[in-house]
């Protein structure tokens, strides 16, 4: 997590408690490309630009042939829509922007890990469909 506090973290038991579909961490969630996919964690934070939810996955497949940015976005999208929307909140603040995150390796947020490829991407949420927004 990052410094100071400010970032919030749930795992996989906390949101299922929360309401949302019961998963654990480390099943695998299907993608369109196939590849192989697990939830490591949500973060939240309030920066200057209101709240984020970022949902941390591992995807060990991701630099390697067939798995550049390009043949994986989709799966990005298609986790925002049918793994983060659902587990938002029914009631209370809703978040700004969602950040999807795949990495090779779990590792801890906010620290440079070099030798481990990462993709990013972020949405904003219109009528529970994820909209592609540019950082």
Same mark, same amino acid.
């Given at each position: 997590m990052?410094? =100071? $506090?400010?970032w919030?973290?749930?795992?996989?038991?906390?949101?299922?408690?929360? +309401?949302? /579909?019961?998963? &654990?961490?480390? %099943?695998?969630l299907?993608?369109?490309?196939?590849?192989s996919?697990?939830?490591?964690?949500?973060?939240?934070?309030?920066? =200057? $630009?209101g709240?984020?939810?970022?949902?941390?996955?591992?995807t060990?497949?991701? +630099?390697? /042939?067939?798995? &550049?940015?390009? %043949?994986?976005?989709?799966?990005?999208?298609?986790?925002?829509?049918?793994?983060a929307?659902p587990?938002l909140?029914?009631? =209370?603040p809703?978040?700004?922007?969602?950040?999807?995150?795949?990495?090779?390796?779990?590792?801890?947020?906010?620290v &440079?890990?070099? %030798?481990v490829?990462?993709?990013f991407?972020?949405?904003?949420?219109?009528?529970?469909?994820?909209?592609l927004?540019?950082?």
């Open positions: 990052a410094r =100071g $506090g400010a919030q973290c749930l795992t996989a038991s906390a949101l299922a408690l929360s +309401g949302a /579909a019961a998963f &654990a961490s480390g %099943d695998l299907s993608v369109p490309s196939g590849q996919v697990s939830f490591q964690e949500m973060l939240w934070d309030r920066p =200057g $630009g709240l984020i939810y970022r949902f941390r996955f591992v060990p497949e991701i +630099g390697q /042939a067939g798995r &550049a940015y390009e %043949d994986v976005e989709v799966d990005m999208h298609h986790l925002c829509e049918t793994f929307i587990r909140a029914q009631t =209370g809703q978040p700004n922007q969602i950040v999807i995150s795949f990495s090779q390796e779990e590792t801890e947020f906010g &440079a890990t070099e %030798d490829t990462q993709f991407e972020a949405y904003r949420v219109e009528d529970k469909t994820c909209i927004e540019f950082f």
